[in-house]
């Protein structure tokens, strides 16, 4: 892409929204813990095959963004900012392809613009391009797939560049989120591939032979990694990523997966699913449905948006950062309809003052509206902080560090996965405790040996607590074995 004073600017806009006070805050939530203590304990490791939580092997996903999280802790250290680089970058990258690849397909500056405007001020976008996991960079592989997969498929001649930016959007989908990574390009260009032999009424192979022969080019990084986790941990480990926390979790019969929804939990979430531009998005799905037989642009960004949003509506693990895939197919749309809008405003502007002066000071109130928009975007991180208070846990990582600074050997006894902060916080791997009859042995051990654990009950064990912290509504306690009652 070349940097012309539009996409300079792009990138300013993006670089703003996504890096500004990136790391004011703490690691908050359960992704974010999770996410960044597997990170940490990867880069103290130095196992960059089996991602490991709280010293058990974690294999729902493969390991891109823990590979890029370990590697910006040894270059930053253990910083929250850090562990967020890879999907603030993912998110930039994402927004600026969008802009290339709509200008390589011919549509102008100001909608190019305009559309990837739109994708990086989407709040759920937003919020998620700025948070420690691996959906912004299924979103960046997604889209590098799919938006490649178009502009190669509209050439007359084989695109190499672009068919290697397909397969290597391919690539990062996969080792991001593994299967998934796969089905969500997957049934886009099945569906509009489908859509396009039934408008022609003829079947071309080549059509379809091209994408699976370079899907297969993509899937190398990920076979390679499998064969390596397979030389490491057996058929059991590559068993528990590809069906288990795959299928598995697809079908609902992975239990301990959670996030299971109703099938019309997408269907509440639409509201709120590409805020502030729905309006323009779904209005323009509708208005657009005419013009799909002999528009394939059109087509294609549409099937991108319905197909995708039909397949995560079959699957029982439901959460709402899924969508965010969706969110460049909704962005084109919206863009599209905003012009067709003004467009419309111009005629009426011949009969009607109010539709004149919108559409004569259109730029003008479109760079208010953006403006007000960053604002309040900006004036959002800028408040993250005070979440903090409710959702971290670093103040009980540093309470266990004050202890281990003062000879204390610290254990966790059953950890929920939200402990993985502990790791990251303190720089090491903590010791964990699966059983009662492994609290007691450490407990006995020493009379400086300590335990986190949520609930001091144990039966058959007298326990003294040491300390306690709350982590919003729930309490973790320091606890050492009780002194024997005279």
Request: aromatic share 12%; charged share 15%; glycine share 6%.
């Amino acid at each position: 892409m070349r940097l012309t004073r539009p996409a300079l600017l792009l990138l300013l806009l993006a670089g703003v929204l996504f890096f500004f006070a990136l790391g004011n805050h703490q690691l908050q939530g359960s992704t974010e813990s999770r996410v960044a203590g597997i990170a940490m304990q990867m880069h103290l490791s130095d196992d960059w095959v089996t991602p490991n939580l709280l010293n058990e092997p974690f294999l729902e996903k493969p390991p891109l963004s823990l590979w890029l999280d370990a590697g910006a802790i040894r270059v930053f250290g253990a910083q929250p900012f850090a562990v967020r680089l890879a999907s603030a970058f993912a998110g930039l990258f994402c927004v600026l392809l969008l802009y290339a690849m709509l200008r390589k397909l011919g549509r102008p500056v100001a909608l190019a613009w305009t559309a990837a405007a739109m994708l990086a001020t989407m709040g759920s976008f937003w919020g998620n391009v700025r948070q420690v996991g691996e959906d912004a960079l299924l979103t960046l592989g997604v889209t590098m797939a799919l938006l490649a997969f178009f502009h190669a498929s509209r050439q007359l001649r084989f695109a190499w560049g672009s068919w290697l930016l397909f397969a290597a959007g391919i690539a990062i989908a996969t080792l991001s989120k593994g299967v998934l990574g796969l089905a969500l390009p997957g049934v886009v260009i099945f569906v509009f591939l489908l859509c396009e032999s039934l408008i022609a009424k003829r079947f071309v192979p080549r059509n379809w032979l091209r994408p699976a022969l370079l899907t297969l080019l993509g899937l190398i990084p990920l076979m390679i990694w499998l064969c390596v986790l397979y030389q490491r941990g057996g058929m059991q480990a590559l068993g528990e990523l590809l069906w288990t926390n795959s299928v598995g979790r697809f079908s609902g019969s992975f239990v301990e997966a959670g996030h299971y929804e109703p099938f019309y939990y997408y269907l509440r979430k639409l509201p709120e699913a590409f805020l502030p531009w729905n309006l323009l998005t779904y209005l323009g799905l509708w208005h657009f449905r005419k013009q799909l037989r002999s528009n394939p642009y059109l087509l294609f960004f549409c099937v991108w948006l319905v197909a995708q949003f039909v397949l995560l509506n079959f699957a029982s693990s439901k959460r709402a950062v899924y969508l965010m895939s969706l969110a460049p197919a909704a962005a084109v749309i919206a863009g599209e309809y905003a012009r067709v809008v003004l467009a419309w405003l111009r005629e009426k502007g011949q009969h009607s003052a109010w539709a004149r002066f919108l559409s004569q000071h259109h730029r003008s109130l479109a760079a208010a509206l953006l403006a007000a928009v960053v604002t309040a975007y900006l004036v959002a991180a800028l408040r993250a902080p005070l979440a903090d208070k409710t959702e971290s846990f670093e103040p009980l990582a540093a309470h266990a560090m004050s202890l281990q600074a003062s000879g204390k050997q610290i254990a966790l006894m059953k950890p929920d996965e939200r402990l993985a902060a502990v790791v990251f916080y303190t720089r090491q791997l903590q010791h964990t405790l699966d059983s009662t009859a492994e609290l007691q042995a450490f407990l006995s051990a020493s009379p400086d040996n300590i335990v986190l654990i949520e609930n001091p009950v144990v039966p058959g064990m007298a326990l003294n607590i040491v300390d306690k912290v709350s982590v919003g509504r729930r309490h973790f306690h320091f606890v050492s074995l009780a002194a024997p009652r005279p």
